[in-house]
């Protein structure tokens, strides 16, 4: 902003998206400091001003960690890397939703080490990590968007204001984040419903709980198939009535592996 601040009060930036992405109340306390000032961001390695970035930030020798040139103070100068490990879920968490999509649209751009942060806003608030690898639990989902009837409560979501950003969710989706899938809806949201006994019988909630099981086990391949099957048995999800006659409305409720049934 064109004055002027003593060394220890400022930071040089690798990459003027950070200028324009962290504000001084929010570089300071990354740093332990109330407020920190970004140098002007024409100060780089390659630019008119290469010489006095030299004398700031100093220069290394060659594949070598000695200085050739001491810099003017140690730790001026920061990039991803430096930022990442100081970007905890505690701090993004107090961050306000807007900044944190132009956070992950950053994140996005390559910045490796800045994908590694916690930068998913779940709905309860929590910040979560992208998954490390395909192996891992989901650490947050999208929401179906058929979720009617449906307790999601049980899932990790993601905030509904980073899922509506079209830039955001593709990087998102592309990092392993998806939308919750048939056979999870299936165990963790549909049938526990019926672990009462005495659970009320409602026919339109039931078909489309049955519609649910039906297209989740239909379009799962076999290690999915024989997971949920483990999952339906250990559930009384079938609606009967007993074969007597008598009391024709009242629903006993069975696992499909029951010897009566």
Known sequence: DDTFINAQEAKLARGKELVELFSPEQLGPLFGKENLSWLDASITESGNMADLHTYLVGRKKQW???????????????????????LTADFLGRQPLPWLVKFIQYAAQGASAIKRTPLIRLVSGKQVSLPADETMPRPAWFAPQDAAGLNLSVFPLVHPEIATN????????????????????????????????????????????????????????????????TSLNKYGWVACVHASGCAPDKIVWKKPGASDL
């Open 64 to 86: 070598s960690q000695v200085w050739e040139i001491e810099p003017l103070w140690y730790g001026l100068q920061v990039d991803a890397d430096t930022l990442a490990p100081k």
């Open 166 to 229: 079209e830039d955001v969710r593709k990087f998102l989706e592309k990092e392993g984040i998806r939308e919750i899938d048939a056979v999870a809806i299936v165990e963790k949201s549909v049938l526990p419903k019926y672990q009462d006994t005495n659970t009320c019988f409602d026919g339109s909630t039931y078909r489309v709980d049955l519609r649910r099981i039906r297209e989740a086990y239909g379009n799962a391949n076999d290690a999915e198939k024989a997971q949920l099957n």
